[in-house]
């Protein structure tokens, strides 16, 4: 994801010429190309987080559309206040970029698990919060903060994950994208779930629906509503913690449309979240995933 | 040409008075870097105040935005808005909340939380350096808030790029939350360690309006380094009784209070 994500900010920059790429002393061997092809629109600030996001609306203020790019905690957890007040109370053009969504980083240890992020951040008003399934989800929210001026956040996975979507399957930003077509049961996942999913559906021969949610706000609640109404069943599937994560925003989003009366029902929804728990140990990203439980 | 010695007295009296009406804190703070932006607004920046947000306007960053009331007075008097405009401060609805509101014309960003402007200012001088534009960035710190390490981040950035079209004024009127700063949590040598950071070091009384005016002109000269210009000041300067007294980071003045401000006030600049 990391790749697809410096490969299209590389393109858009190459006509955008507001793009301005941040990193907090991370990004080796990744954001290289864009530093060497863009050097004025280029900056390390050092291991200085809550600088770089000041730095960042700073150059926002003045007309520049800015990336933050480290990882997981780092540009997100630490400046909470700076993307909160300096950011996002003054609406400006500051796109928060962190790899290792949940547990990519599993052996680094809890400092590198990035599970409360989502719940922090889609708290705050003006801000998108965006946490792509794969590579070509990923193109597809990068080309679409490139060419908006709002606040966003970017939750990327790391490095080789599967593409799941066609690349000739065009498709909106913001919209819940239907991946596999089945009866009964509809699963929705966001970020980096999505392959596992995918495979799980496949290899079990299940009769699932599937469903990527890159955007988890705004919700895509016109589909959502779609959804809600056509299956008995509902799951979510995240990296992330249950309390105030994905899951969480679906449940709100479906409560939202049943008072409205845009559904007459919401059906049973399992969330399937880590359980308010720190992993302390180490383990790959797979097996971090089985140990807090984010298998169906 | 606008007289800062006037300014500093008509805006000393306008934030008394306005403290006094809204029964509104931080009033020491207001008072200790009053000069600093009468000097400011009077003869260093430049600014348009029927286009608040004109390209060549120089930046100005309020970090201590709790003394708001030093910069929404000096504001009001220049001519950014009206004083009836000023007189809804804090009423329900108004722009003019008791930390500073970029919702109000003049002021370029909201603060309240210490050690976020100069983040900014950095990003902000930046771009100018990026787009060579000719106007400068200015940013107005308190002492206390430099316990905030982000402040220490930036102070970090601004010389190691070179941000030479950035001026960073400590308002260092010595007393913070709980006491005085020394006891809090000392600052001091805080001349050596901008140095030692690699910034041009100033220290200026900053009540005295033509060393600030003289500090505050020359000090965009200097080749490759950010300029910090620690002005040494007094908590509530201008009304003896709330001169170097805690009491008057939290207090508001009482009918009697305000009479005697505004005499006090009157005295020393009629």
Redesign the interface.
Known sequence: MRTAFIEQLIEEAKVNTSIFLLVGDLGYSVVEPFASLFP??F?N??I?E??M????????????NVFTYSIGNFPTLRCM??IR??VC??NLSVKIVAVGGGYAYGPLGVSHHTTEDIGMLRTIPNLTVCAPGDPIETKLATKHFCNSNQPGYLRLGKAGEPVIHSLANAFEFGKILPVIDGTATAVLTTGSMLSYATDYIKKNAVNWSLYSVPVIKPMDTVSLAEIAKKYKQLITIEEHQQSGGFGSAVLEALNDIRNQQIIPVIPPLKIIAIPDIFIGYAGTQEFLRKEAGLIF | MIDPVSLSSSSRKKIVTLAHKNKASHIGGALSITDVLAVLYSCILKYDVNKPLSEDRDRLFYSKGHACLGLYAVLQEVGFYSAEALGTFTANGSYFTSHVN?KVPGI???T??LG?A???????????K??NATWHVYTILSDGELDE??NW??L??AP??KLNNLTVIVDYNKIQSFGSVEKVLNLEPLKDKFIAFGWNTIEVDGHDHEALSDVLSNNKETATKPTVIIAHTIKGKGVPFMENELAWHYKSPSDEQLKSALEYLEIINP
């Open positions: 004025d629109r900056l600030v050092g200085a809550q600088n996001t000041g730095v960042a609306a700073g150059l926002a203020a003045e007309g520049y206040e700076q007040y300096d109370y003054h | 970029h370029e960003l909201s309240g939380s976020h100069l983040s900014i200012a950095c990003g902000v001088a930046l771009a100018g990026r787009k390490g982000s981040e930036a970090l950035f190691h790029h």
